[in-house]
């Protein structure tokens, strides 16, 4: 059974990917000066991990939503009014919710390609390598990822999901086995709020990690210090200014790993794809690392005994302040600001590292203290983030309350044109653009505001305008919009348009707005008159008789500009 070697299929990749991610980084000047921050404000902010002590408003209730899930709705809102921090935290970190499994959804008749190896409406999760295939399977398992953060049970499952992928990540393209994608997914799944050494050695010897970084070829002849090197700079250790390994650590910690490989039966049959450890492939000598791992030998095991040099090297890298507090940082630059000052280094980041090696690398601790401190609620905190395009594209879809896929055949079709306008914006789900995850969540010196430029803030204004206006195109021949009437008798007032302009700003931008951005968008819903009651009366008429279509036109025709008016904002981009 022959292998498969990362990027082996690119060549494939074109028939398949609808709209190619654009290079974000184009032109963008990556020096920086340690002491500049992108947003001065964040240099300001003393608080830490002390618990918040604070009144919590809606606008904390939103915040925290948006942060732990893809935007936030008036119902999850209102779910979490009254209760205490610690109850809504509790609840938040205790949902966990079975997915069901992608499903062949990509048979073309028309075109006679029909997958003889899966069935039409049965899952392919464990279906055997088919060249001519795995693209499509590929394309509907992204489709079956946005499904899931659509979906009526998404949680912050899906956002933790999110967070490893990023992390931790697989290219799909390059991998091009389907099944072995949905299995690193189901490990992301299975490990989001888990142990994080238990998480890293799940990865090691995953069967897509081992072809996305080569790790399956890496063996006592050929020595490949593909996985070795990235295990410490980018997963586990990282840059920081104490991170001391040397060269001489990757080395050796590629020797540990030789002899774990896929079983490449496994992939061109039906199954689970597998991997396992070869002991002939196993590199026997002593691995002698430096003093940054206090000079750490780890003797050299024949037989199966090989195995087990993994373990001692994982133990080896999380015994050291840097790997606790490498996870702390990347916790705090994904749920928290996208960069880290002096301040936070010293109140957040390392008391947070402490708590994380005090639980043995459990995740589930560190959340709960972060998600309740008084860091976390800051003002400058609130709206200190850039949305990714999946905040912003699913977040709206989310609140707008879209239609979602009426089946799991349907979902390829349904969600793919989602997928691609996101890849557009430079995030296409399953694919960052390197091993160290997408760029504006690690870039200084301008981090997330790489997500924005003079292309990707136009197709986000499209994507808005049209669940707004003309619908989301969802194929050629099938568009889709938001129900702006049903979605408006959900709000509080709706009557009232000074609150029903703040609830809607609440919910879907980022920072509070300024009187006179209230009164710009305002006057489109009194259609350019003074008094308020230009809006109270067409909406209680309308609401007195919903089924006269003039009344409902008015409305609408009021609502559409408005709304187009506050997401064209720039703290529309903002959470």
């Known amino acids: ?51 918040y002590s604070g009144e919590l408003t809606d606008a904390h209730l939103v ?73 499509d399977r590929i394309v509907a398992l992204k489709a079956w990822m946005i499904g899931r953060i659509l979906g009526p049970s998404s949680g912050i499952q899906e956002k933790m999901v999110l967070f490893w992928w990023n992390f931790l990540p697989i290219k799909m393209w390059q991998v091009f086995v389907a099944k072995s994608c949905y299995r690193y997914i189901n490990m992301l799944h299975s490990n989001a709020l888990g142990n994080f050494k238990t998480m890293i050695r799940d990865l090691t010897i995953d069967p897509a990690m081992l072809v996305f970084l080569s790790g399956a070829f890496n063996n006592k002849e050929t020595p490949d210090e593909n996985f070795a090197r990235e295990l410490q700079e980018l997963f586990c250790i990282g840059k920081g200014k104490d991170a001391g390994y040397k060269e001489q650590d990757v080395q050796s910690a590629a020797r540990v790993l030789t002899g774990w490989t896929v079983n490449w039966e496994s992939i061109h049959s039906d199954g689970e794809p597998e991997s396992y450890f070869n002991p002939e492939m196993h590199h026997l000598g002593n691995k002698q690392f430096s003093s940054f791992y206090g000079n750490k030998v780890i003797t050299g095991k024949a037989g199966e005994e090989g195995a087990g040099e993994l373990d001692e090297m994982l133990d080896m890298i999380f015994a050291t302040n840097e790997s606790a507090k490498h996870l702390a940082r990347k916790l705090y630059t994904f749920f928290v600001a996208s960069e880290i000052t002096e ?78 306008d996101m890849s557009g914006m430079g995030m296409e789900a399953g694919d960052p653009p390197n091993v160290a995850g997408w760029t504006p969540y690690y870039q200084a010196p301008q981090y997330d505001k790489i997500w924005i430029n003079t292309h990707t803030i136009l197709k986000r204004a499209i994507g808005s305008d049209s669940m707004i206006f003309w ?25 009232d348009p000074n609150l029903l302009i703040k609830e809607f700003a609440l919910i879907n931008l980022g920072l509070e707005l300024s009187q006179t951005q209230i009164d710009l968008a305002k006057k489109i819903l009194l259609n350019g008159q003074d008094q308020d009651y230009y809006w109270s009366g067409a909406w209680l008429t309308y609401m007195a008789s919903p089924n006269d279509q003039e009344s409902a036109t008015i409305v609408t025709n009021r609502l559409k500009p408005a709304f187009q008016l506050l997401l064209q904002m720039g703290e529309a981009q903002l959470m």
């Open 343 to 420: 301040l936070a280094e010293a109140n957040v980041i390392t008391p947070l590292a402490a708590i994380i090696r005090q639980n043995n690398y459990d995740i589930l601790p560190a959340l709960r203290v972060l998600f309740s401190s008084a860091h976390f609620y800051h003002p400058e905190i609130i709206g200190a983030l850039i949305k990714s395009p999946f905040d912003f594209i699913l977040g709206l879809w989310r609140n707008f309350d879209m239609p979602v896929a009426e089946s799991a055949m349907a979902e390829k079709d349904f969600y793919s044109a989602i997928l691609w």
């Open 1 to 51: 059974m022959f292998p498969i070697r990362p990027g082996q299929y690119r060549h494939l990749q074109p028939q398949y990917q609808k709209v190619a991610p654009p290079d974000l980084t184009s032109g963008l000047d990556f020096s920086s000066d340690p002491e500049v921050y992108s947003n001065a404000r964040l240099k300001y902010i003393e608080a830490g991990l002390e618990p």
């Open 63 to 135: 915040h925290f939503l948006k942060r732990t899930r893809f935007g936030a709705t008036l119902e999850e809102l209102r779910g979490l009014r009254g209760k205490s921090l610690d109850i809504i935290i509790s609840g938040s970190l205790a949902s966990f919710t079975p997915f069901t499994e992608p499903v062949n959804n990509y048979n073309k008749v028309s075109e006679n390609k029909i997958d003889p190896d899966v069935p039409l409406g049965e899952t392919f999760v464990q279906a055997k390598f088919n060249q001519e295939f795995e693209g």
């Open 471 to 495: 619908g989301y195109w969802i194929s050629s021949s099938v568009n889709v919009e938001a129900d702006l009437l049903a979605y408006v008798k959900g709000f509080t007032v709706p009557e």
